[in-house]
């Protein structure tokens, strides 16, 4: 008995293609049918037929062939706007969101898109922003109906409602070189709870004549990225690049005597910081001239077990600090206390340079032992090798 002969599955493929170019929705999907009755469908004939189910408006249908897409191609744009549609029609916002947002984070690592899928895309990020700020707005009234004033509570509650619908994301600790546990996550803490640091910052209008002597003299400043010796050197864009520079005063845990004889009052000012002694590594601190126009791009310090202080001095309007998720204005005379771990950035957007005081401190929240211990094990990092 002779076997029955085998459907043509490549006639059954375009015969789809031209009905549903033809605007015969019904005809395209007998088609496609066929092929997945086979067993041989690929991916792309499933999202043609999804396209010919969503014509007909078989949501069912549609959703299952979606489904066979995104199961073998999970970055397939089309079936994700589609799968968004699809659930935007359904009247399930947060769901249709969360496609919408996965087409647009995946179309932003691709290459150029063809007209076609580049309306898809911008009409899925509209439609994430208007369901984005549907829900924005619904929030704002549950939370105000509940009495709450978001002005009042902490401003990490308003972080934390921005991390939730994704206008923002979390940042942590993240140190090039050494990450001590379970020291908190903090961006930028604040100098009134520092008397050492109120101190000093009652002594910023000494410290910035040094500071404008410095500056007008130009003598002593050197590039703030130095390529490192018998080290290779970290990609930086400012590597060896004036327009980000240090008048350094303690540098590598020794003192720059020449530099330092020149700012005694800063110095003086220095003494009272609880700075890290540490071979070969701490004290550090400088001036920071940071040139109009510089932007300083996101990046992160080489230990969490540190704080990085900033005395602004010198300032300009336009000058600016971000650490994780929030950025404050540098203003001169009001110190910035910040976990430089975290990533952050710094820009000035002024006419003039930028000069402030900057140096490290123990972070607040290790022991005087742990400070101990981890002075010993950097003396013996350190030391490594030395004869």
Same mark, same amino acid.
């Given at each position: 008995m002779?076997?029955?002969?085998?459907?043509?599955?490549?006639a059954l493929a375009q015969a789809g293609v031209a009905a549903l170019r033809a605007g015969d929705a019904a005809a395209a999907r007998r088609s496609f049918d066929a092929v997945?009755?086979?067993?041989?469908?690929?991916?792309?004939l499933w999202l043609?037929?999804?396209q010919a189910c969503e014509q007909l408006q078989d949501w069912p249908a549609t959703s299952g062939a979606l489904d066979r897409v995104l199961a073998a191609d999970d970055r397939n744009l089309y079936a994700l706007t589609m799968k968004g549609d699809l659930l935007a029609? *359904?009247?399930?916002?947060? $769901? &249709?969101?969360?496609?919408?947002? *996965?087409?647009v984070?995946? $179309? &932003?690592?691709?290459?150029?898109?063809?007209p076609d899928l580049a309306q898809r895309i911008d009409r899925a990020a509209a439609a994430k922003a208007a369901t984005d700020a549907r829900f924005d707005a619904h929030l704002s009234s549950a939370l105000a109906a509940a009495g709450v004033d978001r002005q009042a509570v902490p401003s990490r509650f308003g972080e934390a409602l921005d991390i939730m619908t994704g206008r923002t994301r979390p940042y942590f600790q993240e140190p090039?070189?050494?990450?001590?546990?379970g020291l908190p996550h903090i961006a930028f803490y604040e100098p009134r709870d520092f008397p050492w640091l109120v101190e000093i910052a009652a002594m910023a209008a000494a410290i910035r004549a040094e500071a404008e002597a410095v500056l007008a003299a130009d003598d002593g400043i050197v590039p703030y990225v130095e390529k490192p010796k018998n080290r290779p050197a970290r990609p930086h864009k400012l590597l060896d690049d004036a327009r980000w520079s240090a008048f350094h005063l303690w540098k590598d845990g020794a003192i720059v005597e020449a530099n330092a004889a020149r700012c005694p009052v800063t110095m003086a000012a220095l003494a009272k910081a609880p700075i890290p002694r540490i071979r070969g590594r701490s004290p550090m601190a400088l001036f920071s001239i940071l040139r109009p126009g510089t932007h300083i791009e996101p990046h992160a310090g080489y230990l969490n077990t540190r704080l990085i202080c900033h005395i602004p001095l010198v300032v300009p309007a336009g000058c600016r600090l971000r650490v994780g998720n929030e950025t404050r204005v540098v203003e001169a005379g009001q110190p910035l206390l910040f976990d430089d771990s975290i990533e952050h950035e710094a820009w000035n957007d002024g006419d003039a340079p930028r000069a402030i005081l900057l140096f490290e401190v123990w972070r607040p929240e290790l022991s005087e032992s742990e400070r101990q211990a981890l002075t010993a094990m950097f003396d013996a990092v350190g030391g490594y090798g030395e004869g």
């Open positions: 002779a076997s029955a002969p085998q459907p043509d599955i490549q997945v009755a086979t067993g041989r469908a690929t991916p792309q043609l037929l999804a029609r *359904q009247g399930d916002d947060r $769901a &249709a969101t969360a496609w919408y947002g *996965q087409a984070r995946a $179309a &932003a690592g691709t290459g150029p898109l063809s090039k070189s050494f990450f001590y546990p």
